[in-house]
């Protein structure tokens, strides 16, 4: 019927038809599987039900992945990165294999689900020879499915998928599968490149034989049961744990929140910083090593076993480990406790909507209690939970004109100022950078000449997208930058006598002006919008600061100080450097071998009519990822 409408476009059918079939189908499976799953528990008992569950998972997900770790490793004795920690797990028969990340956050993602059916229950008896063993599994099954069908509707409406049929069946994924894939390999590169500069600087102090200093007074060092009720017990850290929470600081001084890390998130809490809610979860994380659970203890069948398995600890008793461990007053131990804290009993729209990676801890009803949610708490990104933290408290995912974020932007100028300076190549025949203004409100936010081409550049500061609503604001934002660049360098075009008194007395007879989209993490980096191309900071100082970068390091853990590292080779000349921007930025060495190791592989969603939804996801091959390694051939 749809079809015969011949004032509907493809995509206004494609979205009326995934809107029935996805609609559809959550609605007939919340009545056939998940409605009534919970019928015998109050709402109180089913989030922590749901976190129990969730710990179970967690608890298992991570010890099968350290078994995969050390089974690759013992084969050559070699750790790969992502090409080592992102193969796949066989969870069992009935669960297709899945990389342990995928699989954690899928479990984590879930959770609200969870929340939403408790909420239907509010009143209901609190009995307790329920069957949660067989209840866990249905609603694992459910909830991750209902998760799914929603992700479809969400990737169909937003990104935009496309759906086709095939035979009885239904496929939903991209119309590219390569341009889509970089959303992952963006996400991947930024990870990988701030995990190795902390994995070498943790290793060039074992080289160096002086312990780091810690950055907490004292942490977890285990834990006591009193009353029924498990307890932090406090002391100095181990160098283990000092590593940790040295790692995670250091991985965002060098990621670009950097800058971010000491603003406050709270004008009631000016101390409330992300850099002191790192250290609050480096502590807590300290504590949750001691409440995990261990592999022969993580099956529930009782009550008792969900109170276990939640991880519960007084609200006030982790006030106060929180407040002496960092030195903090009480006060202020509370409203890190309540940042990070997710409200079950609350709005479940934020949950929903921003997930429970930056606040994983569940509290019950009357806030006396917090949950820990181990796969959010020990495996979330400590990037993305600044990224939301910061969302937060700005309401936008554009930093570019707070306050923060025009200090990025000098920071940009002063770093490519310092690239160029260095450069025994460029720094001859280049100008320094300069802010223009071109009119009231508008500002070419870097120009540059590097020989007889004019860089435009426009510098953003953006949060990283995760969600496929954030992706289309996100590409939008990037091409109305794109559109200002080019604006603006077809302004300088129009009339050369201004070049002269912006770039410091530079003549050129011919100027070739270049336009650039500058981002502040690689999402979008490499993409063209019209003549002009996004490139990321990190490449673009790297490519500004000489003909050569290191692209590979080798790590010889058994032996603190010994590395190896591979060197490419951009360009040998200043014309060479000068007439490869920006076609180079477009092809993108640090980004290739991410891209060229991604593959599309399809996840089946069962329909309640008996055939399925192929649902399409990008994911790294660990073997290509490996073979596209540069060769690393002497270790120091």
């Given at each position: 019927?749809?079809?015969?409408?011949?004032?509907?476009?493809?995509?206004?059918?494609?979205?009326?038809?995934?809107?029935?079939?996805?609609?559809?189908?959550?609605?007939?499976?919340?009545?056939?599987?998940?409605?009534?799953?919970?019928?015998?528990?109050?709402?109180?008992?089913?989030?922590?039900?749901?976190?129990?569950?969730?710990?179970?998972?967690?608890?298992?997900?991570?010890?099968?992945?350290?078994?995969?770790?050390?089974?690759?490793?013992?084969?050559?004795?070699?750790?790969?990165?992502?090409?080592?920690?992102?193969?796949?797990?066989?969870?069992?028969?009935?669960?297709?294999?899945?990389?342990?990340?995928?699989?954690?956050?899928?479990?984590?993602?879930?959770?609200?689900?969870?929340?939403?059916?408790?909420?239907?229950?509010?009143?209901?008896?609190?009995?307790?020879?329920?069957?949660?063993?067989?209840?866990?599994?249905?609603?694992?099954?459910?909830?991750?499915?209902?998760?799914?069908?929603?992700?479809?509707?969400?990737?169909?409406?937003?990104?935009?998928?496309?759906?086709?049929?095939?035979?009885?069946?239904?496929?939903?994924?991209?119309?590219?599968?390569?341009?889509?894939?970089?959303?992952?390999?963006?996400?991947?590169?930024?990870?990988?490149?701030?995990?190795?500069?902390?994995?070498?600087?943790?290793?060039?102090?074992?080289?160096?034989?002086?312990?780091?200093?810690?950055?907490?007074?004292?942490?977890?060092?285990?834990?006591?049961?009193?009353?029924?009720?498990?307890?932090?017990?406090?002391?100095?850290?181990?160098?283990?744990?000092?590593?940790?929470?040295?790692?995670?600081?250091?991985?965002?001084?060098?990621?670009?929140?950097?800058?971010?890390?000491?603003?406050?998130?709270?004008?009631?809490?000016?101390?409330?910083?992300?850099?002191?809610?790192?250290?609050?979860?480096?502590?807590?994380?300290?504590?949750?090593?001691?409440?995990?659970?261990?592999?022969?203890?993580?099956?529930?069948?009782?009550?008792?076993?969900?109170?276990?398995?939640?991880?519960?600890?007084?609200?006030?008793?982790?006030?106060?480990?929180?407040?002496?461990?960092?030195?903090?007053?009480?006060a202020l131990a509370s409203a890190c406790l309540t940042q990070l804290t997710s409200d079950a009993f609350g709005p479940l729209n934020p949950l929903f909507r921003d997930g429970l990676w930056h606040r994983p801890l569940i509290s019950n009803q009357d806030?006396?209690?917090?949950?820990?949610?181990?796969?959010?708490?020990?495996?979330?990104?400590?990037?993305?939970?600044?990224?939301?933290?910061?969302?937060?408290?700005?309401?936008?995912?554009?930093?570019?004109?707070?306050?923060?974020?025009?200090?990025?932007?000098?920071?940009?100028?002063?770093?490519?100022?310092?690239?160029?300076?260095?450069?025994?190549?460029?720094?001859?025949?280049?100008?320094?950078?300069?802010?223009?203004?071109?009119?009231?409100?508008?500002?070419?936010?870097?120009?540059?000449?590097?020989?007889?081409?004019?860089?435009?550049?426009?510098?953003?500061?953006?949060?990283?997208?995760?969600?496929?609503?954030?992706?289309?604001?996100?590409?939008?934002?990037?091409?109305?930058?794109?559109?200002?660049?080019?604006?603006?360098?077809?302004?300088?075009?129009?009339?050369?006598?201004?070049?002269?008194?912006?770039?410091?007395?530079?003549?050129?007879?011919?100027?070739?002006?270049?336009?650039?989209?500058?981002?502040?993490?690689?999402?979008?980096?490499?993409?063209?919008?019209?003549?002009?191309?996004?490139?990321?900071?990190?490449?673009?100082?790297?490519?500004?600061?000489?003909?050569?970068?290191?692209?590979?390091?080798?790590?010889?853990?058994?032996?603190?100080?010994?590395?190896?590292?591979?060197?490419?080779?951009?360009?040998?000349?200043?014309?060479?450097?000068?007439?490869?921007?920006?076609?180079?930025?477009?092809?993108?060495?640090?980004?290739?071998?991410?891209?060229?190791?991604?593959?599309?592989?399809?996840?089946?969603?069962?329909?309640?009519?008996?055939?399925?939804?192929?649902?399409?996801?990008?994911?790294?091959?660990?073997?290509?990822?490996?073979?596209?390694?540069?060769?690393?051939?002497?270790?120091?």
């Amino acid at each position: 019927m749809l079809d015969d409408d011949t004032r509907l476009t493809t995509r206004d059918i494609t979205i009326a038809t995934t809107a029935l079939i996805v609609g559809t189908n959550i609605s007939l499976l919340r009545q056939k599987i998940i409605d009534g799953l919970f019928d015998e528990l109050s709402e109180a008992q089913i989030v922590s039900f749901a976190v129990a569950d969730a710990n179970r998972a967690f608890s298992i997900l991570r010890e099968k992945n350290f078994e995969m770790i050390e089974r690759t490793g013992a084969v050559g004795g070699v750790f790969h990165g992502p090409g080592t920690t992102l193969r796949k797990l066989n969870l069992g028969p009935s669960t297709a294999p899945t990389t342990a990340e995928d699989m954690n956050t899928t479990v984590v993602d879930t959770i609200p689900h969870w929340f939403a059916q408790a909420r239907k229950q509010s009143g209901a008896p609190d009995h307790s020879n329920y069957n949660f063993n067989l209840a866990g599994a249905r609603a694992q099954w459910g909830m991750s499915l209902e998760h799914a069908l929603t992700d479809v509707w969400q990737q169909v409406l937003w990104e935009p998928w496309v759906l086709s049929s095939e035979q009885a069946d239904w496929k939903v994924g991209p119309p590219d599968q390569r341009s889509h894939s970089l959303w992952r390999a963006w996400a991947l590169r930024d990870q990988v490149n701030l995990v190795q500069r902390t994995m070498l600087s943790r290793h060039d102090e074992e080289a160096l034989g002086k312990p780091p200093a810690p950055l907490v007074r004292q942490t977890a060092t285990g834990i006591e049961t009193m009353e029924e009720r498990m307890r932090p017990l406090l002391g100095d850290p181990t160098l283990w744990q000092t590593k940790g929470h040295l790692s995670a600081i250091e991985l965002l001084d060098r990621s670009y929140l950097g800058p971010f890390l000491d603003q406050a998130l709270s004008p009631n809490n000016p101390g409330m910083t992300p850099r002191l809610l790192t250290l609050v979860l480096g502590v807590l994380q300290d504590l949750a090593e001691f409440a995990l659970p261990e592999r022969a203890d993580v099956e529930y069948r009782s009550q008792a076993d969900i109170d276990r398995l939640r991880c519960a600890f007084a609200a006030a008793d982790l006030k106060s480990f929180i407040s002496r461990a960092l030195e903090i007053d009480e006060a202020l131990a509370s409203a890190c406790l309540t940042q990070l804290t997710s409200d079950a009993f609350g709005p479940l729209n934020p949950l929903f909507r921003d997930g429970l990676w930056h606040r994983p801890l569940i509290s019950n009803q009357d806030g006396t209690e917090l949950y820990m949610l181990l796969g959010s708490l020990l495996w979330g990104a400590p990037v993305r939970r600044v990224e939301r933290w910061l969302k937060g408290a700005e309401q936008d995912a554009d930093l570019s004109e707070t306050p923060t974020g025009k200090a990025h932007e000098i920071s940009v100028r002063e770093r490519i100022q310092s690239a160029l300076r260095s450069n025994p190549l460029l720094s001859e025949v280049s100008s320094d950078v300069t802010l223009v203004s071109v009119k009231e409100g508008e500002d070419i936010d870097a120009l540059v000449r590097i020989g007889k081409t004019i860089l435009v550049m426009e510098v953003k500061c953006f949060l990283a997208p995760a969600e496929p609503v954030e992706r289309h604001n996100y590409v939008h934002k990037l091409e109305s930058a794109c559109e200002q660049a080019r604006r603006k360098a077809q302004w300088l075009s129009e009339d050369h006598s201004r070049i002269p008194a912006m770039l410091r007395r530079t003549a050129l007879e011919a100027p070739r002006f270049v336009p650039l989209v500058v981002v502040n993490q690689s999402s979008g980096s490499s993409c063209r919008f019209g003549s002009t191309v996004v490139i990321d900071e990190h490449f673009l100082v790297l490519y500004l600061s000489g003909g050569s970068y290191v692209s590979a390091a080798a790590l010889d853990f058994k032996n603190p100080g010994r590395t190896g590292f591979a060197t490419r080779v951009l360009y040998q000349t200043a014309k060479e450097g000068e007439n490869a921007i920006p076609d180079l930025f477009e092809s993108h060495p640090g980004l290739a071998n991410f891209v060229d190791a991604m593959i599309w592989e399809t996840r089946e969603l069962p329909l309640h009519g008996g055939n399925k939804i192929l649902m399409y996801s990008s994911l790294l091959d660990p073997d290509r990822y490996i073979a596209g390694l540069p060769a690393v051939h002497t270790l120091e």
